[in-house]
């Protein structure tokens, strides 16, 4: 079965095949993900040469196959996020944007609910949001697709909504004071991490205000993401360890900055 359609898709990936011949993974919203077989992009006259690239997203006139390869045939309103495309920091924030949607969904599964979150988090990211927020809502939003689905609202044990917060893992969420004796692996999670993680939780992505979260919070909020990510969801992307390697060596310029006498 194949059928000619045109389909709203962002570009998840992109790689050599042959000597002019390219395959493109694309998240559809109608489709779900599917692999595509391009011909002769990197021939100088290719039409779908821009189409395909890296933080694209478009109307691709496609032959949608249910099985093995689909092809592209054509595409029109062809949208860029340039500033990923520009900027080696945001493109390192995208690019895990994409590698988690990709992780989180099997082939071929309609989901358009994460298609347009996908959607609005490049457009916050290329619009100048701060892509170390949008990473971590992006984190939040997307761990029920990895089965982890911690309850954000209010203590596990007695369903309060209000006090300090820890997050636990065996209890699969939040414990509030009166009951952190349940269990001593909590989190100890920084208060102030816990209130952004529980507003990220149920952020409406379209009508994202200015969030503003100091230096120091990013910096618990990404200890606290880090280990829900390792203990509940078990997967390390690649462009999530270069993240972690910008973020050394920010520490390593900073250092340098604070204490130059080290370096004479
Ligand atoms: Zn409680």
Redesign the pocket.
Known sequence: MSQLEEVEGIILSVRNHRENDRLVKIFTNRFGKRMFFVKGTRKPNSKLKAAILPFTKANYIADIRDSGLCFLRDAKEVVHYSAMQKDIFLNAYATYVLGLADAALEDAIVDSALFHKIEMTLIDIDEGYDPEIMVNIFEVQILPYFGVAPELR???????TEGTFDYSSSYGGL?????WHLDEHRYHASPRAIHFLRIFSRLNLDQLGEIKVKEETKKELRVLLDMIYEESVGIKLKSKSFIDQMYTWGDMLLQRQEKPTDFQ
């Open positions: 209010g203590c596990v044990s007695c369903g309060t414990l509030c004071q009166k009951h």
